[in-house]
């Protein structure tokens, strides 16, 4: 289990001033917990929220008996993506918490391999379950998918064994769809208009000298017949 020491926080202290000194803001609750305004060691809390992320569980220190909480909630700067404020959830001794667990693809489709498509409906499923055995993420195995209309679904998917299954289990996580390749058709007004454009361009083409004669007053010079002097 990760470990975080923490403070209490003064709140009248503003948040830039506790960011300066290097701490961010936090809060922790609780079903049977308070609400308890806390400050974290900014460089420690975002270390730890990239190994944690919110499915591991962290056991806070620093603010009465040693506490087993979740990441609940985090806010990030727009600009740096650095964490601003994070929510802890501290969590009942003793009983089953029901969380959604991040799934993550592995494997190669013969499917994939053979130019179809896999569609990923899914990227997280729901359980319920200890905190001691609950799963940073949970495994999907794509390589049984082998042809068009394959599918996985959330009741295939490996749980821990304490744990239950919340989402459907008929849900679908991913599936194989036929690659087809989508002729462009040029529309039929389109095409007659392309038609009807270069029959005029013919007929003016045509017409071109006679429209030449009539604005100058001169006929068009004949060509010399062959074999004749002037």
Not at 16 to 32: I, S, T
Not at 34 to 40: D, E, Q
Not at 118 to 124: C, D, G, M, P, S
């Amino acid at each position: 289990m990760l470990a975080l020491e923490v403070k209490k926080r003064d709140t009248k202290e503003t948040s830039d001033v506790l960011r300066n000194r290097g701490f961010m803001p936090a809060v922790l609750y609780g079903p049977k917990e308070s609400s308890t305004a806390i400050a974290v060691n900014a460089h420690e809390f975002d270390r730890l929220w990239k190994e944690a992320g919110e499915t591991t569980v962290i056991a806070i220190r620093g603010v009465g008996d040693e506490k087993e909480t979740l990441i609940h909630d985090v806010q990030f700067h727009p600009v740096t993506d650095k964490p601003l404020h994070a929510d802890f959830y501290v969590l009942e001794k003793g009983k089953k918490i029901r969380i959604k667990v991040p799934l993550v693809f592995a494997g190669i489709s013969p499917a994939e391999k053979a130019g179809h498509i896999i569609v990923k409906a899914l990227h997280e499923i729901e359980i319920e379950v200890p905190p001691a055995q609950l799963p940073r993420d949970l495994p999907v195995e794509i390589s049984m998918l082998a042809g068009v209309g394959d599918h996985i679904t959330a009741g295939q998917i490996k749980i821990p064994g304490s744990a239950t299954l919340i989402t459907n289990a008929n849900e679908i996580v991913a599936s194989v769809i036929e690659f087809r390749e989508e002729k462009i058709e040029v529309p039929v007004a389109v095409a007659e208009g392309a038609a009807a454009a270069a029959v005029v361009g013919e007929v003016a083409e045509a017409a071109a000298p006679k429209e030449v004669a009539a604005e100058t007053g001169k006929a068009p010079k004949k060509e010399k017949a062959a074999g004749k002097s002037e």
